[in-house]
């Protein structure tokens, strides 16, 4: 495999391990990161939502559907699944655990220069990802 590929996997490896150094290694110290909770600016502000995730959901598997690269950046297509075993941090407040199981699709998408990802975006469909967990209205 190759060093940006690589840095995907061990990312993916240390959310699955619980382990937050392992998840956030492969990223620069000034990362810039996008998702549906919002914008994020260098390796502390990722490095607490990868916590959040780590201890809401300490059973997260991530299924790698299919991960490409085209030059610098990578492309990865996962489903997320874990049961909210912990309280999941969010930028309104603690969201406590629910024992409920959620499992979402995702893009993710990396770009890398000297060895290390500068860029991280992910999607999902975060109102599915809230009504698994109980915080919203199931559709009808």
């Given at each position: 495999m190759n060093e940006l590929l690589d840095l995907v996997h061990t990312h993916y490896n240390g959310l699955e391990s619980g382990d937050l150094d392992l998840a956030a290694s492969p990223f620069a110290d000034d990362v810039a990161a996008v998702f549906p909770t919002g914008p994020l600016d260098g390796i502390d502000?990722?490095?607490n939502l990868i916590d959040s995730f780590i201890t809401a959901f300490?059973?997260?598997t991530i299924d790698r559907r299919t991960v490409w690269q085209d030059g610098d950046t990578?492309?990865?297509e996962v489903s997320f699944s874990g049961t909210?075993?912990?309280p999941l941090a969010t930028a309104t407040g603690e969201v406590?655990?629910?024992g409920r199981r959620?499992?979402?699709d995702a893009v993710d998408i990396f770009t890398a220069r000297s060895g290390k990802v500068v860029e991280h975006r992910g999607y999902w469909d975060n109102a599915t990802f809230l009504?698994?967990?109980g915080l919203l209205p199931d559709s009808v």
């Open positions: 502000a990722l490095r300490p059973d997260l990578a492309i990865a909210q075993t912990g406590p655990a629910s959620v499992t979402f009504t698994q967990l």
